[in-house]
């Protein structure tokens, strides 16, 4: 519509200095509370992994070194699937979790993951809520690649689901 595609204007700032790859030995996600996508995923947290109230008190984010388990490479499918790879940001507050449906999740590529900025399928993940209120939460995530790159970024809209009385 608007003319043929060109190069643009970088405006999401480069991550300065994403933190190291933890080592293998690094805490995942298992255990009778570890989501069921989980099990597709390695996960080397950056001072978390903060589930069920680890965040109280402090803002609700999480951020994360996260690839296929299969260690293929990265391509933008599985971006997207890592970039909805996380329980909600809302779960780190609390030691009881509000029930919530997703609404409207959005995805924007800002860059092709290769095997220079992914290698091994590695990529920096922090996934924050930006709202909470009146029955609903909003959410962000950023990927970067091992050099900084902005590699996508996603926006998650919530609902909270009344909970009933026992």
């Excluded at 996600?29 to 080397?44: C, E, I, K, N, T």
């Excluded at 260690?71 to 030691?95: F, Q, R, V």
Aim: aromatic content about 10%; proline content about 11%.
């Amino acid at each position: 519509t608007y003319g043929a595609d060109g190069d643009s204007v970088e405006t999401l700032s480069p991550l300065l200095a994403p933190p190291p790859v933890l080592d293998s030995d690094a805490p995942g996600l298992s255990g009778p509370m570890a989501p069921r996508f989980s099990q597709h995923v390695d996960y080397r947290f950056d001072g978390g992994p903060n589930i069920l109230g680890g965040n109280a008190g402090k803002p609700a984010m999480e951020r994360t070194w996260m690839r296929m388990r299969d260690s293929g490479p990265l391509d933008e499918t599985t971006l997207c699937y890592l970039l909805d790879a996380l329980y909600p940001p809302a779960w780190t507050l609390s030691a009881t979790p509000v029930a919530m449906t997703t609404v409207d999740f959005r995805i924007d590529i800002l860059a092709d993951p290769t095997p220079q900025n992914a290698p091994d399928g590695w990529a920096f993940f922090e996934f924050s809520m930006l709202d909470l209120g009146l029955g609903w939460t909003v959410d962000e995530a950023t990927a970067w690649g091992v050099d900084g790159t902005p590699l996508a970024v996603a926006r998650q809209r919530r609902r909270l689901l009344p909970q009933r009385g026992g």
